[in-house]
């Protein structure tokens, strides 16, 4: 209702305000001011009048056939009727956990949530899930509202990760450490590290995180390098100070890898 419901006692109140100012709004010789029972249209405009005066915080005039009127009491009579737009609410305004989201979106938020903790999403775990799950993702690539969603490859799977979540590189380290092949990492970290820097790679960079390998592990992982055909450009130099560091042949020269692991070494001792 447009006022709600009245307050008890609230109606004494108006009439006291009424009969106070009673004096002052009558007035014999007005016609509008007589109630006429042949005539309600007087009425009705009395009642407008009251209920106006009321609005605007005035006391309402004397009317009716007792000389008062009560608004609420009118108010009352009313037929109550539910507003349809509610004025806390928008109704051009859709929440987004109402909109409904395509087979392929919903993926693709799964994938965001677990780049947004640090992991990748495995492609054959994923589809074991589900039999439409391999269409379920050809749409994920089709959408342009999932081009944030990026696949790094393994040599056991295939690995999704969001870029707005996961830098390409650490996903790359990710899938890296998840296939759990230490000599493969080992072998493409030093690559990497040559190219992007240049630097070579110390062996204890793959005791830290996200690795955590430990020196049995590194050392057993060294063996694999030397002995097959697929990483025989990994070379290694100990420096001065009997710190083992790896370089790749093709992509650094020996007496760059030498100079840059003693520069290394020389200002760690410095520190």
Not at 54 to 65: D, H, I, L, S
């Amino acid at each position: 209702m447009l006022f709600g419901r009245r307050k008890p006692g609230f109606a004494k109140e108006v009439d006291k305000n009424i009969d106070a100012v009673e004096d002052t709004f009558s007035d014999a010789n007005d016609p509008a001011m007589h109630h006429d029972d042949d005539n309600p249209k007087f009425e009705k405009a009395e009642i407008i009048a009251a209920a106006d005066a009321v609005m605007n915080g005035e006391t309402a005039p004397a009317t009716a056939a007792d000389g008062k009127v009560d608004i609420f009491d009118y108010m009352d009579s009313l037929p109550e009727v539910n507003d349809p737009y509610p004025a806390s609410e928008d109704p051009m305004v859709v929440p987004d956990s109402e909109i409904e989201r395509k087979p392929g979106e919903v993926v693709a938020e799964f994938i965001r949530e677990r780049s947004a903790n640090g992991m990748l999403t495995a492609r054959k775990p994923l589809e074991a899930e589900d039999e439409e799950m391999p269409a379920m993702l050809e749409e994920m690539f089709s959408l342009e509202s999932c081009a944030d969603v990026k696949t790094v490859k393994g040599t056991k799977d295939d690995y999704f990760y969001s870029d707005e979540h996961m830098a390409n590189n650490y996903a790359m380290i990710a899938m890296l450490v998840e296939e759990k092949d230490i000599a493969r990492t080992m072998a493409h970290m030093t690559r990497f590290n040559a190219k992007t820097y240049p630097a070579p790679t110390p062996l204890y960079y793959f005791m830290k995180t996200p690795y955590s390998y430990t020196m049995p592990q590194i050392q057993a992982a060294l063996h694999k390098i030397r002995t097959s055909e697929d990483t025989q450009d990994i070379k290694s130099y100990t420096t001065h100070n009997n710190v083992e560091y790896l370089y790749p042949e093709g992509i650094m020269s020996f007496k760059y890898a030498r100079a840059l692991a003693e520069d290394a070494e020389t200002d760690e001792a410095g520190n």
